[in-house]
């Protein structure tokens, strides 16, 4: 598929500046490191997501099940903050890509989400299992578990940290866990933590979607904030991965809106 034909969304277009190409991204994730780094306004969001869980999980409590009850969540940018990753990457004028975050992952320094080890730490001693479900690779699983362990999170041991394996869509994990366990809700930062009804989407039909479930949010889904990467981030490009710096400046503007 060519770049102008990958969605209605923009047409991807020379940068027309004199700054460096990567210039808009870069300055764009330091913006946005800065506000997860320095806000109290991001404390605070974290704080009610984990109050928002603690409420719906009391209230899944009142329920008998057939099944133990389970909360299964993601981890990065909503169990550990990765932020530095993301400045240290910017300040090098690049983007994301697997050797750095490796080296990143490596040093098991990433920090809590505020309120995340608190939320997790109750929820196991109502007995309720925690399942660590993310698209990290097997070759961190040492590393994830040494930071998770670190802060001493329930059940970070191998049996519970779900990492991928071949596809980065959630779904068929998730299924594997409710063969056993009864999901009351689902933790995280992207919106395809929850169902595959965000799985590489447009961005319209992202929205739409939200829309069509905005009951759970709060209740069976709890979000938590992430202006740094994601699939929001992951539409504006179309989805696609291989586009250059240049071409994702151009869908920034594009998607941009001003007077």
Not at 42 to 63: G, H, P, R
Not at 95 to 120: H, I, M, N, R, V
Not at 207 to 219: D, I, M, Y
Not at 226 to 232: A, T, V
Request: proline share 5%.
């Amino acid at each position: 598929m060519s770049v102008a034909a990958l969605s209605a969304c923009y047409v991807p277009k020379p940068v027309v500046n004199n700054q460096p190409e990567s210039a808009l991204l870069a300055n764009g994730k330091l913006w946005s490191s800065l506000f997860i780094q320095s806000s109290a306004e991001y404390d605070a969001l974290c704080y009610q997501a984990y109050n928002f869980a603690k409420i719906s999980l009391n209230e899944a409590l009142k329920t008998p099940s057939a099944k133990p009850l389970a909360v299964v969540t993601d981890i990065d940018e909503t169990v550990l903050d990765n932020s530095p990753y993301a400045v240290h990457r910017a300040l090098e004028g690049k983007d994301f890509d697997a050797p750095s975050w490796y080296q990143w992952t490596s040093k098991a320094e990433a920090l809590p989400l505020p309120g995340s080890l608190d939320f997790f730490n109750y929820a196991a001693s109502k007995g309720v299992t925690v399942f660590y479900l993310t698209n990290r690779d097997e070759v961190e699983r040492k590393v994830t578990l040494e930071n998770l362990k670190k802060y001493k999170y329930p059940y970070s041991d191998d049996s519970h940290l779900i990492l991928k394996q071949s596809v980065s869509s959630k779904e068929t994990r998730r299924q594997a866990i409710a063969e056993n366990f009864n999901i009351v809700m689902l933790i995280g930062d992207n919106l395809s933590d929850f169902s595959t009804l965000w799985d590489k989407k447009p961005k319209n039909e992202r929205s739409k979607n939200v829309e069509l479930t905005q009951s759970e949010f709060g209740k069976k889904y709890i979000i938590l904030p992430n202006p740094n990467y994601g699939g929001w981030e992951d539409a504006i490009y179309g989805n696609m991965r291989n586009l250059s710096t240049a071409q994702k400046d151009s869908a920034i503007k594009a998607n941009l809106k001003g007077y």
